[in-house]
């Protein structure tokens, strides 16, 4: 009894001597916890929201700080959470002092300069979250070896750290999750990295690592989660990946990994996304099954794995931008939870297995830019789910079947530059959701559906370019159209274009080139006011485009005006240039909201510049250009062309043109090519158009100009050509000097009238003074002969040798 009491009272004495220690303790430390903070606090320049300015006050317990907790045993610091607080400054080396620290986030700051090592020796540390700043420096290489072994998360992505990743990393043993995305990390994947066995997640990406990704990242037996992309990692997938049986995802997009896919790829069954684009894989060779070691394998030929099909959990598979080549497995339609497949821009060919539009749950399906032939199965129908249908550059044949109208989701229809053929399938009309149809470049013929009016509510791109197509564009567009760009160019489409097109307020390119769509210009293009593009040319339009403007600024953003080759007479638009704001003080690196993104990446049109016909893959902000070329057009050239200062193009080539050239174009300060070629103009060439500097191409052949050309060092870069067919003009480049008397001035000959030539070669006054020379000496010569018998020496005359001949043989 008396042992037991003993026993009582000596524990009761340790136990009161350890809480007075750990009073003690924590009353002398609290004050280093508090000197930290306030150390945190002086290196803080920015703090917008006053948090830290206002609360941060050793006037009141730190405890009630906000971003700050404190344990319940020792009262010390336990937690600082001071993210999304928008704060500029540096982080002191004494927060290193906060010894009861388990967690720290910083993150979604402002902090730079380095991370301080004292940092790394926080033993209780189990959560480092510095995140979203712009934190600049290595990281010590020994900074697992000394305080972090209880570390769980290590989060600093998208920093500017840079070096290599240390080797001591693998002694932070318990990490589970590992994030240093978007650094500036060199050097190769570290293999210590595998004995990081506990590890779930692993984020490499948007780094500068090279090499070869380590055999031993196969340990890390309980990760879920790896992503090494935008790297320039080299050589093939490692074979210990294959048997990570708990990887869920995977990604090593844009690299430079290469060799083949392995078949071993259909182990990871508990795969749900693989992303391998814009790599080298090959599909050449892929590995077997069976691997004898890490260092000793055989190849066979083979493709894109058969063995993929036993992913059946896999929901995004990315292998676009590779080098792939063989047919695409038709076991891929046992993925049946595959959503999301990219396979574009790699060597496949064969046609398209009939089980892919077995998924039930495909959204999108991305094969364009490979070699896949033959037709689209009448099992696309089966697809209900697909969104995105992407099948652009290959050669897929045949009509479009008509069952794609139950793909009552789909959004995007992109089959350009194949060889399909047929009618279009008026069961597109069904298509209630679809918000580009893009059909250019194939065999298409026809009439266009005139259903497709009844889309326009969705539909936003319109592309039926460079196929047979004939008729009218019969559609009729609704108040609610969103139509934004519609390119009917190169078929052979007659009448007129519609005017209820004049609904569609958000159009921005409207491109009808190259077909046989006449009557008078569309003067109600003119009220739209987001237009960018305007192409009529090489049709049948006539008449003159002075028509009283029904806007009162007409085409305000328009930067393609594109009218040649037609039939137009009449002065040229004086009105329209005074107001193509989109021509003058263009800007670049403009931003653009997602509706003008999506019509900037489609544009596909072809323009004369610079004397060759150009395809425009894309419209950027400063491109400008008016071609009214190949009309009939008369009179003088406006001088309010030149307060286009941003026109890059000019062509105004084979029309009627007389007068001066105005010096007003030498305004346009970024002009790149000036074609006032086969027209009447005349006088001297302007010399501001010295200050044209940007100035590639010049034609002004075939003209009445005269006088010097133009000495400075632009115009000495033009050639004969540039000048040729105008007698006036003398110096270089011409061989003609000037003071010498210039050769007779030819008729003008106008280039498509052929009668015209005709008659501005023999006026009527020349015509009837021949008539009338003739019908004198016709009677003179017929009374000398009734009068004088035929005189020889005047038969001999007229006839010559014949009348010797006739007179021999009679």
């Given at each position: 009894?008396?042992s037991?009491?003993?026993?009582?009272?000596l524990?009761?004495v340790l136990?009161?001597?350890n809480f007075?220690?750990?009073y003690?303790l924590?009353?002398?430390n609290i004050?280093?916890?508090?000197s930290?903070?306030?150390a945190l606090?002086?290196?803080?320049t920015?703090d917008p929201?006053n948090?830290?300015?206002r609360n941060?006050s050793t006037?009141?317990?730190?405890?009630?700080w906000?971003?700050?907790?404190?344990?319940?045993?020792?009262?010390?610091?336990?937690e600082?959470n001071?993210?999304f607080m928008s704060?500029?400054?540096?982080?002191?080396?004494?927060?290193g002092n906060?010894?009861f620290?388990?967690?720290l986030d910083?993150?979604e700051n402002?902090?730079?300069?380095?991370i301080?090592p004292?940092?790394?020796?926080?033993?209780?540390l189990q959560?480092?979250?510095?995140?979203?700043n712009?934190?600049?420096?290595n990281?010590?290489?020994?900074?697992?070896?000394?305080?972090?072994?209880?570390?769980?998360?290590?989060r600093?992505?998208?920093?500017k750290?840079?070096?290599?990743?240390p080797?001591?990393?693998?002694?932070?043993?318990?990490?589970?999750?590992?994030s240093?995305y978007?650094?500036?990390?060199?050097?190769?994947v570290?293999?210590?990295i595998?004995?990081l066995?506990?590890?779930?997640?692993?984020?490499l990406d948007?780094?500068?690592?090279s090499?070869?990704i380590p055999e031993e990242i196969?340990g890390?037996?309980?990760?879920n989660?790896l992503?090494?992309?935008?790297?320039?990692?080299?050589?093939p997938?490692?074979?210990?990946?294959?048997?990570?049986?708990s990887?869920?995802w995977?990604d090593?997009?844009?690299n430079?990994l290469?060799g083949p896919?392995?078949t071993?790829?259909?182990?990871?069954t508990?795969?749900?996304?693989?992303?391998?684009?814009f790599?080298?894989?090959s599909g050449?060779y892929?590995?077997?099954?069976?691997?004898?070691d890490s260092?000793?394998?055989?190849?066979?030929?083979?493709h894109?794995?058969?063995?993929i099909?036993?992913?059946i959990?896999l929901?995004?598979l990315?292998l676009?931008?590779?080098?792939?080549?063989?047919?695409?497995?038709k076991?891929?339609?046992?993925?049946?939870?595959l959503?999301y497949?990219?396979?574009?821009?790699n060597?496949?060919?064969?046609?398209?297995p009939?089980e892919?539009?077995?998924?039930k749950?495909?959204?999108t399906l991305?094969?364009g830019g490979?070699?896949?032939?033959?037709?689209?199965p009448?099992d696309?129908?089966n697809?209900?789910t697909?969104?995105?249908?992407?099948?652009?550059?290959?050669?897929?044949?045949?009509p479009?079947?008509?069952?794609?109208?139950?793909?009552?989701?789909l959004?995007?229809?992109?089959?350009?530059s194949?060889?399909?053929?047929?009618?279009?399938?008026?069961?597109?009309?069904?298509?209630?959701?679809?918000?580009?149809?893009?059909l250019?470049n194939?065999?298409?013929?026809?009439?266009i559906p005139?259903?497709?009016?009844?889309l326009s509510?969705?539909?936003?791109?319109?592309?039926l370019?460079?196929n047979?197509?004939?008729?009218?564009?019969?559609?009729?567009?609704?108040?609610e159209c969103?139509?934004?760009s519609?390119?009917?160019?190169g078929?052979?489409?007659e009448?007129t274009?519609?005017?209820s097109?004049?609904?569609?307020?958000?159009?921005r390119?409207v491109?009808?080139g190259?077909n046989?769509?006449?009557?008078?210009?569309?003067?109600w293009t003119?009220?739209?006011p987001?237009l960018?593009?305007?192409v009529l040319r090489?049709n049948?339009?006539?008449?003159?485009?002075?028509?009283?403007?029904?806007?009162k600024?007409?085409?305000?953003k328009?930067?393609?005006f594109?009218?040649?080759?037609?039939?137009?007479?009449?002065?040229l638009?004086?009105g329209y240039?005074k107001?193509?704001?989109?021509?003058?003080?263009?800007k670049e690196?403009?931003?653009?909201?997602?509706t003008?993104n999506?019509?900037?990446?489609?544009?596909?049109s072809t323009?004369t510049?610079?004397?060759?016909?150009?395809?425009l893959?894309r419209?950027?902000?400063?491109?400008?250009?008016?071609d009214?070329?190949?009309n009939?057009f008369?009179?003088?050239?406006?001088?309010?062309?030149?307060?286009?200062n941003?026109l890059?193009?000019l062509?105004?080539?084979?029309?009627?043109?007389?007068?001066?050239i105005p010096a007003s174009?030498?305004?346009?300060s970024?002009?790149?090519?000036?074609?006032?070629s086969?027209n009447?103009?005349?006088?001297?060439i302007?010399e501001?158009?010295?200050r044209?500097?940007?100035?590639?191409k010049?034609?002004l052949?075939?003209?009445?100009?005269?006088?010097?050309?133009?000495?400075?060092?632009q115009?000495?870069?033009?050639?004969n050509n540039?000048y040729?067919?105008?007698?006036?003009?003398?110096?270089l480049?011409?061989?003609?000097?000037?003071?010498?008397a210039?050769p007779?001035?030819?008729?003008?000959e106008d280039?498509?009238d052929?009668?015209?030539?005709?008659?501005?070669?023999?006026?009527w006054q020349?015509?009837?003074l021949?008539y009338?020379c003739?019908f004198?000496?016709?009677g003179f010569l017929?009374y000398f002969i009734?009068r004088?018998g035929?005189?020889k020496?005047l038969?001999?005359?007229?006839?010559?040798v014949?009348y010797?001949?006739v007179?021999?043989?009679?």
């Open positions: 009894m008396e037991s009491s003993q026993y009582f009272l524990a009761l136990l009161v001597h007075v220690m750990d003690s924590a009353n002398s004050n280093t916890d508090i930290s903070l306030v606090k002086s290196q803080i920015s929201q948090i830290l300015m941060w006037e009141t317990p730190i405890c009630s906000i971003g700050v907790t404190c344990d319940s045993r020792y009262n010390r610091v336990s600082l001071i993210s704060l500029v400054g540096t982080i002191p080396p004494e927060i906060l010894s620290l388990v967690s910083m993150s402002s902090f730079h300069g380095p301080p004292s940092i790394f020796n926080l033993s209780s959560v480092l979250a510095l995140r979203n712009s934190l600049s420096s990281l010590t290489t020994d900074m697992c070896q000394q305080g972090l072994h209880r570390l769980r998360r290590l600093i992505s998208y920093n750290l840079y070096g290599e990743i080797l001591s990393l693998d002694q932070c043993s318990k990490l589970e999750y590992l240093l978007d650094n500036n990390f060199s050097g190769h570290p293999k210590q595998g004995n066995t506990l590890l779930q997640q692993l984020f948007v780094n500068n690592l090499g070869i196969g890390l037996i309980n990760l989660g992503s090494m992309s935008n790297n320039k990692l080299t050589g997938l490692p074979a210990s990946i294959f048997s990570m049986s990887l869920q995977m090593f997009a844009f430079k290469s896919l392995s071993q790829i259909g182990n990871i508990a795969l749900h996304r693989i992303g391998l684009e790599n080298n894989f050449k892929n590995y077997v099954l069976i691997f004898y260092t000793n394998y055989s190849h066979k030929l083979c894109i794995p058969v063995e099909g036993r992913l959990n929901e995004e990315q676009e931008i590779n080098q792939i080549e063989g047919s695409i497995p076991e891929m339609g046992n993925i049946t939870a959503t497949l990219w396979l574009d821009l060597n496949i060919r064969g046609n398209i009939k892919i539009f077995h998924l749950n495909l959204r991305h094969m490979n070699q896949l032939g033959g037709s689209l009448r696309i129908g697809t209900t697909l969104e995105l249908l992407w099948l652009p550059n290959n050669h897929l044949s045949g479009i079947p008509s069952t794609i109208g139950n793909l009552s989701e959004v995007n229809l992109v089959l350009f194949n060889k399909f053929n047929g009618e279009i399938p008026s069961s597109t009309c069904n298509l209630r959701s679809l918000k580009v149809l893009h250019s194939n065999s298409f013929e026809g009439a005139d259903c497709l009016g009844n509510k969705s539909l936003s791109i319109l592309h370019s460079a047979q197509l004939n008729g009218l564009i019969r559609s009729t567009f609704t108040k969103s139509l934004q519609l390119n009917l160019n078929n052979r489409l009448g274009l519609p005017p097109l004049v609904n569609c307020k958000d159009l390119s491109d009808i190259d046989e769509v006449g009557g008078m210009f569309p003067f003119e009220t739209l987001q960018r593009i305007l090489s049948k339009f006539n008449g003159s485009l002075l028509f009283a403007s029904k806007a600024h007409p085409f305000p328009l930067q393609v594109d009218v040649s080759r037609n039939a137009f007479t009449g002065p638009p004086d240039f107001n193509f704001q989109g021509m003058v003080d263009a690196n403009q931003t653009y909201d997602e003008e999506l019509f900037r990446s489609y544009i596909n323009f510049l610079k004397g060759r016909d150009q395809t893959q419209l950027l902000t400063t491109f400008t250009t008016v009214l070329s190949s009939k008369f009179g003088t050239i406006p001088a309010s062309l030149g307060n286009l941003s890059r193009y062509n105004l080539s084979y029309n009627r043109l007389t007068g001066n174009l030498g305004n346009m970024v002009l790149e090519s000036l074609d006032l086969t009447s103009l005349s006088g001297e302007p501001q158009l010295e044209l500097t940007f100035l590639a010049l034609n052949s075939s003209n009445n100009l005269v006088g010097q050309i133009p000495q400075s060092r115009f000495l870069t033009f050639e540039s040729m067919e105008n007698p006036g003009l003398c110096g480049p011409l061989t003609k000097k000037c003071g010498q210039p007779p001035m030819l008729p003008q280039y498509d052929d009668e015209s030539n005709f008659i501005n070669g023999f006026s020349a015509v009837a021949g009338g003739g004198l000496i016709g017929g009734l004088c035929r005189p020496w038969v001999e005359f007229f006839f010559g014949q010797n001949k007179r021999r043989r009679s």
